[in-house]
């Protein structure tokens, strides 16, 4: 069983900067492949960004450039560097685990999820 924790969620201006973390349980944590969503409101929960236990990543088009994910074994945590934030970025962010391994898009791929963090960008 691994339990998921995030924080860093606010409200920022256009332009600001905000890094999400995704503090993670368990001894497996390393061999995850680890995911941010996304879910706006009216909106279906969407793939952000992921990263492999090797450090491959993968970033939807409406982030790439902005937004950065990284992870630290050591610390059992996940990180999202959020830069150049848009209000269309406004969403409640959740972090997951993929016991695969691999790169999926699919939320219904990922066995475990975080409770979510407000991101809130104001015009």
């Known amino acids: 069983q691994v339990q998921l924790v995030e924080s860093g969620g606010g409200l920022v201006q256009a332009g600001g900067s905000l890094r999400l973390s995704c503090a993670a349980s368990?001894?497996?944590?390393?061999?995850?492949?680890m995911g941010w969503f996304r879910r706006a409101p009216g909106k279906q929960r969407e793939l952000v960004a992921a990263?492999?236990?090797?450090?491959?990543?993968d970033y939807v088009d409406s982030v790439k450039g902005r937004f950065t994910i990284s992870r630290d074994n050591a610390k059992n945590t996940v990180y999202l560097q959020m830069n150049s934030l848009k209000p269309e970025d406004t969403a409640v962010y959740y972090c997951?685990?993929?016991?695969?391994?691999?790169?999926?898009?699919?939320?219904?791929?990922?066995?475990?999820w975080g409770q979510g963090t407000q991101v809130t960008v104001s015009s």
């Open positions: 368990g001894r497996t944590f390393s061999s995850y492949t």
């Open positions: 990263i492999t236990s090797g450090g491959s990543t």
């Open positions: 997951a685990a993929d016991r695969t391994g691999v790169i999926r898009s699919n939320m219904y791929a990922y066995d475990y």
